[in-house]
Structure formats: C-alpha cells, structure tokens
C-alpha cells in the first residue's frame, strides 16, 4: 500500500489556507492516498523561542505575506483573500473540531470552508457560532460536534499531533509530510507530490 | 521597453545558489530583460532584529534547509549541494565582485561560478585566492577585478543596493523585482516571470 501524503497545518497559517484549499484535489488527481494533520503553531514557535509568529515580529515579511497571498488566490482561483483582523487568530477550538472529523467523509469540507471564513470571509475561525455556522452549511449538525471537540480523547489528539509535529522537525506551516520526508510549504505541493509518485 | 526582471541575492544565502542558477537562463526564455542585483543580507538581519541568519537560530529550520537545498539540485540539475562548513559565510568581498563585474559579459557566468565554487565545491567564496581561481577559469584577469572590487565606487555601489533592498521591503533572499512588485524565494520565479510577461 502506497505511503500517504500527510498535510500537517494550522488552521490560524495563512500561507496553510492556500495550501488546504489545493491538496486534497492535488492528492486525488494524483491518485495518492492522503490525510489531514491538525496541529498547533503555538508550541512549535515556543519551543523555538518566539512570543508570537515570527511574521509579527518582521512587519516588512508580514507585509509581503498579505501581498503574497492576494496575488495567489488569484493564481490559484480561490476565493479573494482578506488579511484577518487579528494575526494569529486562536486555532484551538477550529483544531480540535478539525480532528474530530477526521475520518469523516466530510472532513475535507469542513478544513475548506473553515479556512475560507477564516481568510475570505473575515470571520474569527475559532469562535463556536462561526463553526457552527461552517457545520450547518456542510449539513453537519453543530452541538453534537461541537461537544465531541472538546472531549478529552479529541484535546488529547490535538495534543498529540502538535507533539509528533515538533519531534518529526516542523518548524512552521504548512508541512508535507511522505513517510519521513519532509516538504515545507503549499509552494511546493507539486515537489511533494512527484516525491510521493517516486517511492516504491 | 519592458521591465526588466531583477534577481537580488546574497552570495552567502543557498536559496539564492539555486535562484542564481536558474534565473538567467529562465528570463531568456522568457523573452525577458533581466539584471543582478548582489546586496548584503547581514543588514537587513540586523534591521530586523537579527544577530545572525535566523536559520542559525532555529536548529530545525536550518536542518530542513540542508536537505531540502539537496533536494533542489536534484530537481534542477545542479551540481550536487554540500553545506559550507560556516554558515552565513561572508560574502562582502564576492558581493563587491559581482558589483564591479555588473555589466560585463562574463557576469553571469561569474554570479553562477562563484556560488558553485561555495556551495558545491565547498569553498570559502569571500577569499581572494578562491575569487582569483573562479576569474581565472572564466579567462578575466583577477588582480584588477579584485582591485576594483576594493574600489570606493564599487564599495558604495554593494552598500547602495543593500540600503535599496530594505527600502524595498527586502526581508531575506532572494528576490525577485518586477518593477515594485516583490516575489521571494527562488520557488517563486516562475510566478515571477510570469507576472513580469502579464506586464503591459
């Protein structure tokens, strides 16, 4: 059985909105099994020793990544971008949601549409009436998914997935991920993807 | 007359060996005009709050660079990478010859000998003799290069481009400028090219 191509991201990860809204198609076109990874940015800045995401920090590499993800929402076709208000938006609730629909057939969806009210729309990703809003629209029923999300087996997922990020060396989002392999950023899904169709 | 593409690169950056190697060749297909555009890292770091390259400061990032630099040259067809020994190595003295060589035929094939030199064939790319041994294998006489490297014109030229690059909003390497707009990172040239054909 073929290894699967891993997409490790953030739901706060700007540059992993792109990246999301693109991999899944991309893995199916190229015939590749594939999984989503939900993981937190937070302790992986952390344990590098930033406060913040470093993009804060460089406000001329924060001004061209707006820049940057105008101009590739346009060459990807996706949905005008909008800079949130806020950077970095919270992720835990969104993160946790997204792992307890792992598996599901609409998990895909979901990681799509929560992006996109997150970064098109303008709308804060890890409130409960906004995620309640992007279940609805999947024809998901909110309360009992919301509820499951902050079980103590689906944290704990969370928790575990951010872990294995950091001991795997993931640095920032989003990650590509072949076996041990490593593919940093949705530039180079394509890279990923082609390493993927090599191995045996 | 079209705008010409504008390739800016530190000679000790290893995301700018790969651009270097594929820019020129990449442009003249294209039909595009295309100037280099050699400026200093170290200050725009330091603007930035940097003591040193922030690879240096973030262990994982640093050993995905290495592999992923790997990686490139396979994809690209470049000799194979071998990290410098010292990471940034200096680079004002080969920055400065890539200033005095602007303009000359040969400089091209200068900018892509001296990065093979570095990070292929493992040399310090800052030291007079290895300079002296790149110009003597593109047939150019080394003492008055390297003496006009060491001129104050050519001294204030490298300073110029790099207080240019910050007021640009350069943030690391490489770049690519189409007129104002900035695409960065040598994964991005084709998207830097085409923007520059979508040019009127």
């Known amino acids: 059985m073929q290894t699967p191509l891993e997409f490790w991201f953030d739901f706060a990860s700007p540059y992993s909105y792109v990246g999301a809204l693109r991999v899944e198609a991309?893995?199916?076109?190229?015939?590749?099994?594939f999984v989503w990874r939900p993981f937190l940015?937070?302790?992986?800045?952390?344990?590098?020793?930033?406060?913040?995401?470093p993009f804060n920090t460089q406000p001329a590499?924060?001004?061209?990544?707006?820049?940057?993800?105008?101009r590739l929402c346009v060459k990807y076709g996706l949905p005008a971008f909008k800079a949130p208000a806020v950077f970095?938006?919270?992720?835990?609730?969104v993160g946790r949601l997204g792992c307890a629909l792992l598996g599901h057939p609409r998990c895909g969806d979901f990681v799509r549409a929560a992006f996109t009210a997150e970064f098109s729309a303008g709308l804060d990703p890890n409130e409960a009436p906004v995620l309640a809003g992007v279940l609805g629209q999947l024809g998901l029923e909110a309360?009992?998914?919301?509820?499951?999300?902050?079980?103590?087996?689906?944290?704990?997922?969370?928790?575990?997935?951010?872990?294995?990020?950091?001991k795997r060396g993931v640095f920032g989002a989003p990650n590509l991920f072949v076996g041990d392999e490593l593919v940093f950023g949705q530039d180079r899904l394509e890279d990923a993807i082609a390493w993927a169709r090599a191995q045996p």
Chains 1, 2 share one sequence.
Do not use: H, N
């Open 26 to 33: 991309a893995c199916g076109a190229a015939g590749l099994p």
């Open 88 to 93: 970095p938006q919270r992720s835990v609730l």
């Open 143 to 166: 309360a009992p998914w919301l509820e499951k999300a902050e079980s103590p087996e689906v944290k704990a997922q969370l928790r575990s997935f951010t872990d294995e990020a950091g």
């Open 41 to 53: 940015l937070g302790p992986i800045f952390q344990a590098q020793g930033f406060a913040t995401s």
């Open 61 to 70: 590499r924060k001004a061209y990544m707006w820049r940057d993800l105008e």
